[in-house]
């Protein structure tokens, strides 16, 4: 098991797709599980199978990226607009 808590901070675009090759290939040579705590959502998206949002301690959402991406409680609460109404 790899346990990172933002590894990616203070990092540059360029570094950070260089982790995410790292992070990947570890994983696969290795077949580590891994717990990542990032705020960068490309990193998270790129590299999580499974992903479990908290908001204030509370989780939000947790699935597979596309449908946490997609869900109105992470979009309100990590992009501050409120869901859209129909």
């Known amino acids: 098991m790899l346990l990172l ?3 990616a901070a203070g990092m540059n675009t360029r570094e950070k ?3 995410m090759v790292l992070i990947r290939t570890l994983k696969d040579t290795f077949a580590l599980g ?3 705590i990032e705020h960068d959502m490309k990193l998270v998206m790129g590299i999580c199978e499974h992903i479990t949002v908290l908001d204030h301690g509370e989780t939000i959402a947790a ?3 596309a449908a946490v991406r ?3 409680k992470v979009i309100e609460a990590y992009l501050g607009e ?4 129909a």
């Open 5 to 7: 808590d933002e590894p």
């Open 17 to 19: 797709a260089d982790l």
């Open 34 to 36: 891994i717990l990542l």
């Open 63 to 65: 699935g597979e990226p």
């Open 70 to 72: 997609a869900d109105p």
């Open 82 to 85: 409120a869901p859209a109404h």
